[in-house]
């Protein structure tokens, strides 16, 4: 297991779910710990309790307070941005404003926070973002927008890898399968119908997730940037 001792990591989206289990993992290992929360102020101040972390309210549909937050708590050695939702159902019923909020959460945040991240990120910085194996594979009707703002996220890990590259900053993208988390719980209706796509059939752990975010955070993944990192049970196989 790595330390992260003396290291300044800034988590957007860590109150619940895949968000939280990165804090604790990180937590645990040493780290000085930041994160952010749209709505769930207890849990959020119950997780920052339980790990010695930071909590703050940052909405990461706000370009503004995005990048005053990622400012505010660098110089940052690691960054991860994992806020983010989707939006189920027919495209042609949906709201467009809600629409564009999924798209200033899921694309525009990453975007400006890996940019302010980066202004002051010394050598060895750490950028990872959560995408989905969606990005990849969008087997079913319904989530056109979520589909398109995660496979968003590996253009910017690509072209932005080539900017941070020269700094020894790595940028990366964790591309989870079903997680068991409030947003998409393991006895949910959907599971038979995603666990059909798998060849490990069943919902993964936000731990495991937490796990492969750790190595790219840590100095064995050094030479690991501009990649997607997919950790699915197959289901994008
Ligand atoms: P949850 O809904 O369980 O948790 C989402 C977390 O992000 C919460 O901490 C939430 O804060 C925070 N968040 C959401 N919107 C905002 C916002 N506008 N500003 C700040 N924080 C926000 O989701 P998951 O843990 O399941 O998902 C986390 C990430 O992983 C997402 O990007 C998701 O797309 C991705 N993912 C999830 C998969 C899954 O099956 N679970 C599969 C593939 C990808 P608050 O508690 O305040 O609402």
């Not at 990048?67 to 159902?89: E, Q």
């Not at 989905?132 to 496979?151: E, F, I, T």
Request: net charge neutral.
């Amino acid at each position: 297991m790595t330390s992260f001792q003396g290291k300044t990591i800034l988590v957007l989206g860590g109150s619940r779910g895949i968000g939280a289990a990165i804090v604790r993992r990180f937590a645990s290992d040493g780290a000085r710990v930041i994160f952010t929360y749209a709505g769930s102020r207890d849990a959020a101040e119950a997780l920052a309790r339980e790990t010695g972390s930071t909590a703050v309210q940052t909405d990461s549909a706000d370009r503004a307070a995005v990048i005053a937050r990622v400012r505010d708590s660098g110089p940052l050695d690691v960054l991860v941005v994992n806020s983010g939702f989707a939006i189920f159902g027919d495209a042609l019923e949906q709201d467009p404003d809600a629409i564009d909020r999924l798209f200033r959460v899921n694309v525009h945040a990453p975007y400006h926070a890996s940019v302010e991240a980066a202004r002051s990120m010394p050598e060895g910085g750490r950028i990872i973002v959560i995408g989905s194996v969606n990005g990849d594979r969008m087997p079913l009707p319904g989530m056109a927008s979520y589909a398109l703002s995660k496979s968003a996220l590996q253009g910017l890990a690509r072209g932005l890898a080539r900017d941070l590259g020269p700094r020894g900053i790595t940028i990366n993208v964790v591309q989870p399968g079903p997680i068991d988390t409030d947003a998409n719980p393991a006895d949910g209706p959907m599971k038979d119908l995603m666990h059909s796509f798998m060849a490990i059939k069943r919902h993964g752990r936000p731990e495991e997730v937490a796990g492969i975010v750790a190595w790219l955070a840590g100095p064995e993944a050094g030479f690991v940037t501009g990649a997607m990192h997919t950790i699915d049970g197959a289901f994008g196989a």
